[in-house]
């Protein structure tokens, strides 16, 4: 089974910086397409940033040219380099990965990583 683990969240006053990490862990799967989403309360879960294996990324329009999507696909492992915060950028963050196993494709979410950006 496969697991995706957060890392990386925090306090931090507008303007600064935060890097999120999520690695995928278990056997006996493949990772493909990889993100983020965030979710605050009362509000439903929407996407930050997408990467799949190779090709294009893609950024929600509020938070282009301050968010960075990458991933290590040797280490299973997907980054948000967050620059340039807001506090409307607070929320809960989760990292997404498509996977495929011999019992098929699935999506797997992380426990999500809380971020709050304040004065």
């Known amino acids: 089974q496969v697991q995706l683990v957060e890392s990386g969240g925090g306090f931090v006053q507008p303007g600064e910086s935060l890097r999120l990490s999520c690695a995928a862990s278990g056997s006996g799967f493949s990772i493909g397409a990889m993100g983020w989403y965030r979710q605050t309360p009362g509000k439903q879960r929407e996407l930050v940033s997408r990467?799949?294996?190779?090709?294009?990324?893609n950024y929600a329009d509020s938070v282009k040219g301050r968010f960075t999507i990458s991933r290590d696909n040797a280490k299973n492992t997907v980054y948000l380099q967050m620059n340039s915060l807001k506090p409307e950028d607070t929320a809960v963050y989760f990292c997404n990965a498509g996977t495929f196993s011999p019992g098929g494709y699935r999506e797997v979410w992380g426990q999500g990583t809380l971020v709050t950006v304040s004065s």
């Open positions: 990467i799949p294996i190779s090709g294009n990324t």
